[in-house]
């Protein structure tokens, strides 16, 4: 298949400025080298040069019309490194997987001598590779570019030319409306130009048909594509924000944005919301806020685990996180959502002396991102603490706004209570939830939940069903948060009066039981 035509029009011109400004070295960070050799071979011809192609098991080898032709039998990289500097035409002359070889100071010698003789001639050697280990030595000579994933004009293209394909043999049987087409393209962003030709395969290979119903086999796709990064996590199944007790303020807010991800909202002139703070209280529903956000909203939910980030080797923490960033970015609209954002920035202010550094540049790159983002991505960040989170992740368009989420008023804790009895198949009318909001005066959503469970494991033993004195007894023997951790509430409420907005319209006191006890 033509893979060249449709390439992202923007990273093509990028790329086409340097090959005619006389770039010696082009870094093209990408796992897709089918898709590259298209958009190289492409170019060369454009300019009237010769591509050339070179991996350690076939050599070096010019291409002609997407096919390889004689490879020369030398793969040795210092050896193509000469291949190349003999060369007497003008050329683009792609090196896959070079990187691992640049670990050998001769190879970085060479590379840079040949950088010098490239400047006077009309050859361009751009190194192909998925991910980016560029030695200090050549940080001034490689140009460094990251080959965006196919964009709808790919991919459906892509999709027209199976469809054609399979229209021929006559087997298979395609039922796609244009509308419902474009659908499935939305779906296949984020995957490579082979992985979303794979999905479309699939759809046609279950059942001979290529159809509408085939957009979850397209979204089971993406969740691979997910997975395989190792530091994103998918969610499918959230609840919505009926399942999250209380919180008015919080919902009315998300629910005059449900709608800003649209294009009727960018032709409205609204920009895409950037992201939500929520701190407060532990176990008072944040997590579950931020689950239920992307449902309410119809976005897919992608978990950021700050430990994955900065597991693995000395000097990678920086570059999983350009590529959590990628692949969130890649599958947008989306939802990001943080937990315990703290958690993983424990170790900021003292990150030059304990780890050189690194959690410093890692939060500095995810600050930039946040704050010049352009990809509807919408970040969800929680925290449990105040004291360990750097003011600049505070400041005014970093998030669009951070909310304040305090233990449950009276009325919130009797919904809480009719939503987990629902949960557990109990008729709420059943049971005097007034009395067991008043009883539960300062309890969190996390702690009702638990009294009514600990209210269901004495009934199942008493061989009876769930009844208002098992709740009352839970109640009566659980010992709240807001008691353990009175001072620091306290705290955490007197930081957040004047510096975030409250999830909840605030009740007198008078007019409610939450106080701290």
Same mark, same amino acid.
């Given at each position: ?24 070295? =082009?870094?093209?960070?990408?796992? +897709? ?7 190289? %071979?492409? @170019? ?38 000469? /291949? ?29 001598? @040949? ?41 459906? /293209? ?9 229209? +021929? ?21 984020? @995957? ?70 649209? %294009? ?13 703070? =929520? ?60 937990? +315990?954002?703290?958690?993983? =920035? ?19 790159? $995810? ?32 998030? %669009?706004?951070? $909310? ?31 009395? @067991? ?22 009934? $199942?033993? +008493?061989?009876?069903?769930?009844? /208002? ?49």
């Amino acid at each position: 298949m033509n893979q060249a035509i449709g390439a992202a029009a923007g990273f093509f011109r990028e790329l086409d400025v340097h090959v005619r400004a006389r770039y010696p070295l =082009l870094w093209l960070v990408s796992p +897709e080298e089918q898709r590259i050799d298209g958009i190289l %071979d492409q @170019l060369a011809r454009t300019h009237g040069k010769s591509f050339y192609s070179w991996s350690v098991t076939r050599g070096l080898a010019r291409v002609t019309a997407g096919k390889l032709e004689r490879a020369q039998k030398k793969s040795d990289p210092m050896e193509v490194l000469d /291949q190349i500097e003999q060369l007497t035409v003008p050329a683009v002359i792609a090196l896959k997987d070079f990187h691992p070889f640049l670990a050998d100071p001769q190879i970085v010698r060479r590379l840079r001598e @040949l950088a010098g003789h490239l400047k006077g001639t009309y050859k361009t050697v751009c190194l192909v590779s998925p991910t980016l280990h560029l030695p200090p030595e050549l940080e001034k000579e490689i140009t460094v570019l990251d080959v965006p994933l196919p964009d709808t004009t790919e991919l459906l /293209q892509l999709l027209q030319e199976i469809v054609g394909v399979v229209r +021929e043999g006559g087997r298979v049987t395609i039922d796609l409306q244009r509308e419902q087409a474009f659908q499935l393209v939305q779906a296949a962003r984020g @995957l490579t130009l082979a992985e979303a030709e794979n999905a479309f395969a699939k759809a046609v290979a279950v059942d001979q048909r290529l159809s509408a119903s085939d957009l979850q086999l397209i979204l089971d796709e993406k969740k691979q594509v997910i997975r395989k990064s190792g530091l994103l996590e998918y969610f499918s199944e959230q609840g919505d924000l009926g399942a999250v007790g209380g919180y008015d303020e919080l919902k009315r807010w998300l629910g005059r944005r449900r709608n800003a991800f649209t %294009d009727a909202a960018r032709r409205f002139g609204l920009p895409a919301p950037r992201g939500l703070l =929520l701190l407060g209280v532990q176990g008072c529903g944040k997590s579950l806020t931020a689950k239920a956000v992307a449902s309410t909203w119809g976005l897919p939910l992608l978990r950021l685990d700050m430990g994955r980030i900065f597991a693995g080797l000395i000097g990678s923490s920086e570059e999983n996180m350009r590529n959590a960033i990628k692949v969130a970015e890649s599958v947008a609209p989306v939802v990001l959502w943080i937990d +315990e954002i703290e958690k993983g =920035l424990s170790g900021l202010s003292s990150s030059g002396n304990t780890d050189g550094g690194v959690t410093s540049r890692v939060f500095g790159h $995810f600050l930039t991102w946040m704050q010049e983002k352009s990809a509807p991505v919408f970040v969800v960040a929680t925290a449990n603490r105040i004291d360990t989170l750097p003011p600049e992740l505070l400041r005014k368009g970093r998030f %669009d706004e951070i $909310f304040f989420v305090d233990l449950p008023q009276a009325s919130e804790r009797a919904e809480i209570f009719a939503i987990h009895l629902r949960r557990r198949r109990r008729d709420p009318a059943r049971f005097d939830l007034q009395r @067991l909001a008043t009883l539960s005066e300062g309890f969190s959503g996390a702690e009702i939940e638990q009294a009514i469970v600990e209210g269901l494991y004495e009934a $199942f033993a +008493e061989g009876t069903d769930l009844a /208002q004195a098992h709740l009352e007894r839970a109640l009566a023997s659980t010992q709240p948060l807001s008691v353990t951790l009175r001072e620091e509430i306290a705290r955490l409420r007197a930081w957040a009066r004047e510096r975030t907005r409250p999830a909840s319209t605030p009740v007198p006191a008078a007019n409610d039981a939450v106080v701290l006890p």
